[in-house]
Every structure is written in structure tokens, then in C-alpha cells.
């Protein structure tokens, strides 16, 4: 790994053995973030953006195994660390804010508790520090009466209190690397815009990494530098922000974009759904999983998955369509 490298994940493979048989979530995903970077990982619903995540903070449950590749983060080689020494990392160089905070914290605990957990785990304050920590964490995620937050429970709280409770937690020891999995699915518009911000000025005051696992591809652009777009467990396009939205190159990163409402759009212009259905991960087609949904689908496209081929340094996209293209061009050149 590169100095400047924080996270470098090769050729991963995941599956979950279950009874009907093997799920693979994950089929060689290969995804690399730098030092400061905020990535962004977007598809729809059964990519693999959440078990990918999961995976990094050593967190997949049974049935799920990975089978193949490495995960190497700030020097450590996690698809080889046991659960022990994935705890002293786990909260205190990578955390992880979940997608439903009501579902993460413990109804029974206080909030203040919660938070000093985290605290006693991975530092050596006491517990007047700890309770000083807490107070100055839940200022620093902009909730009034912090005093009074702490001996509160988590049903107390509204859903924008518990997702910044969810956030102090998270960066209770100064991550170098905050995964966010869809943090803002529950809330309104206006608390979304509210958490976005207060993680892009936290990212500033800590120096702080951060992937953003989402649907929302108008987050995407308001706080990412880099984009993977993933479908049916693979890496399917990645590349800058400005690569992604102005020079889309895969079929499904094209679908996406179009599926965007437009505000200068005309009123009665309709949106333009991908259409077909998700693929069945129990039985994966053999080639481009994307294949049965795409309208330039071709022969091969069914029967083998493409190479990546590389658009630029930071761009990269696995597409039948851009090896056609390269073929065509050098055929045009030898003319």
C-alpha cells in the first residue's frame, strides 16, 4: 500500500452460505481511497455497498465469509485480524454510522452511557474526563442542553438527535475513517442537509476520511471526490466526481443519472426508470450482471463479464460497449 493510502480492498469475494445456497454478495471488488478522500458508493438496493462496509469494520455476521482477496486499512490487514484486535480498532480508527439509529442504540442505556463506552474501550480517561468528552462531543454535533441529552434515552430523542448521537459516537475517538451507511435514509430534507454539513465541517476539523453509502446521488455530489458505482456485487464504474456525472461510461451509471429529476426540466417531462428487475444473487448470470436490463445488451455481454478498461488515471469502467469502441478506433487507425 501507498503511504498516502488509507484503504486499499483487492479482488474481495464475500458470499453467505444459506440453506437455498450461496449468496455472492460480493464478486471481486476492488475499491482504493486515499488520505482525506470522501468516497461515495452508490447502487440500488442488493449491490453490496452495506456488506462492503461491513466487511471493512470486520463486521460480517454469519452466514457471510469472505472467501477471497484483502482488505488493507492504515496498515492493518483486516480479513486477517481476529475479533480481538478488530475491537481496538473497531470505534477508534474506523467507526461506522448505521442506517437506522433507532435500531443501533440500546433502548435501556442511557445516551451518556452509550457515549462513555466508546471512550473507556479505546482511551485511558477517567470518568469526570469521560464525562467531559461526552458533553463536549454532543456540542460538537450542534445538540443544545448536552447535560441534559445524557441521562436521556434514545426514545426520547427526535430521529435528527439520535442520528447526531449516532455521529458523536462514531467520532468519539477521532476516526480516520468514518463509514457513513445511508445516515440520512430516515430524516427530512432539512435535518439531511443539516447532518451532510455538520460531517463535511467535522471532516475539516479532524482530517477526517469518509464513504458515503447511499441512493442518493444528489449527496453524492454535494460532499464526495470520488464515486463507485457498484451493481450485483461488483464494481461496475468508478472515477472522479466530475468523471462520473459528466462522462458516465457504463450503462447502469448512465440509467442512474437519468433517473435524476432535473429542476429545468419541463413539468410534464417524465423520468426514465431502469427497467427489468435486480439480479438473483443465488444464481448470478455468467456474464455483465447488468446484461438483462441494458438497451445496448450484445451477444457477449450475456455470455462473459468485460475486462475494466481504463478511461483515465482515476477512471475505470467494466462495459462490453468501451471495448467495442477501442476496437473500432484502432481499426480505424490501422486504415
Known amino acids: 500500500m501507498m503511504s498516502n493510502t488509507l484503504l486499499d480492498i483487492k479482488n474481495l469475494r464475500l458470499s453467505f452460505f444459506t440453506p437455498a445456497g450461496e449468496v455472492k454478495a460480493l464478486n471481486d471488488v476492488s475499491i482504493s481511497m486515499q488520505e482525506g478522500d470522501v468516497l461515495g458508493i452508490v447502487g440500488e438496493s442488493g449491490s453490496g455497498k452495506s456488506v462492503t462496509a461491513y466487511s471493512i469494520m470486520g463486521l460480517t455476521a454469519h452466514p457471510g465469509k469472505?472467501?477471497?482477496?484483502?482488505?488493507?486499512?492504515?496498515?492493518?490487514?483486516?480479513?486477517?485480524?481476529?475479533?480481538?484486535?478488530?475491537?481496538?480498532?473497531?470505534?477508534?480508527?474506523?467507526?461506522?454510522?448505521?442506517?437506522?439509529?433507532?435500531?443501533?442504540?440500546?433502548?435501556?442505556?442511557?445516551?451518556?452511557?452509550?457515549?462513555?463506552?466508546?471512550?473507556?474501550?479505546?482511551?485511558?480517561?477517567?470518568?469526570?474526563?469521560?464525562?467531559?468528552?461526552?458533553?463536549e462531543l454532543l456540542n460538537l454535533v450542534g445538540i443544545n442542553d448536552p447535560e441534559k441529552r445524557l441521562k436521556q434515552y434514545p426514545h426520547e430523542l427526535s430521529g435528527g438527535m439520535r442520528q447526531r448521537v449516532m455521529i458523536a459516537i462514531a467520532l468519539a475517538c477521532e476516526p480516520k475513517l468514518l463509514i457513513a451507511d445511508e445516515p440520512t435514509t430516515a430524516l427530512d430534507v432539512t435535518i439531511q442537509a443539516q447532518i451532510i454539513e455538520l460531517m463535511m465541517e467535522l471532516k475539516r476539523k479532524i482530517n477526517m476520511?469518509?464513504?458515503?453509502?447511499?441512493?442518493?446521488?444528489?449527496?453524492?455530489?454535494?460532499?464526495?471526490?470520488?464515486?463507485?458505482?457498484?451493481?450485483?456485487?461488483?464494481?461496475?464504474?468508478?472515477?472522479?466526481?466530475?468523471?462520473?456525472?459528466?462522462?458516465?461510461?457504463?450503462?447502469?451509471?448512465?440509467?442512474?443519472?437519468?433517473?435524476?429529476?432535473?429542476?429545468?426540466?419541463?413539468?410534464?417531462?417524465r423520468l426514465i426508470p431502469i427497467e427489468g428487475s435486480p439480479v438473483d444473487m443465488l444464481n448470478p448470470p455468467v456474464g455483465c450482471p447488468f446484461a438483462p436490463r441494458c438497451d445496448k445488451c450484445m451477444k457477449i455481454c450475456l455470455k462473459r463479464m468485460p475486462e475494466y478498461t481504463k478511461i483515465s488515471d482515476t477512471h475505470k469502467s467494466a462495459c462490453w460497449m468501451l471495448q467495442k469502441e477501442e476496437l473500432e478506433r484502432s481499426k480505424g487507425v490501422m486504415k
Open 209 to 269: 476520511s469518509i464513504i458515503m453509502i447511499t441512493h442518493d446521488l444528489g449527496i453524492v455530489a454535494s460532499m464526495c471526490t470520488n464515486i463507485v458505482v457498484m451493481y450485483a456485487g461488483k464494481v461496475v464504474e468508478a472515477g472522479s466526481i466530475d468523471e462520473i456525472f459528466y462522462n458516465p461510461k457504463h450503462e447502469y451509471t448512465k440509467g442512474l443519472l437519468r433517473s435524476i429529476p432535473n429542476i429545468d426540466s419541463p413539468s410534464h417531462e
Open 66 to 135: 469472505i472467501i477471497g482477496g484483502t482488505i488493507d486499512f492504515n496498515g492493518h490487514r483486516i480479513n486477517e485480524m481476529s475479533e480481538k484486535q478488530m475491537r481496538k480498532i473497531r470505534g477508534k480508527e474506523v467507526s461506522m454510522i448505521f442506517q437506522d439509529p433507532m435500531t443501533s442504540l440500546n433502548p435501556v442505556y442511557t445516551i451518556g452511557n452509550q457515549i462513555r463506552e466508546v471512550i473507556y474501550l479505546h482511551t485511558d480517561l477517567d470518568k469526570q474526563q469521560a464525562y467531559d468528552r461526552s458533553v
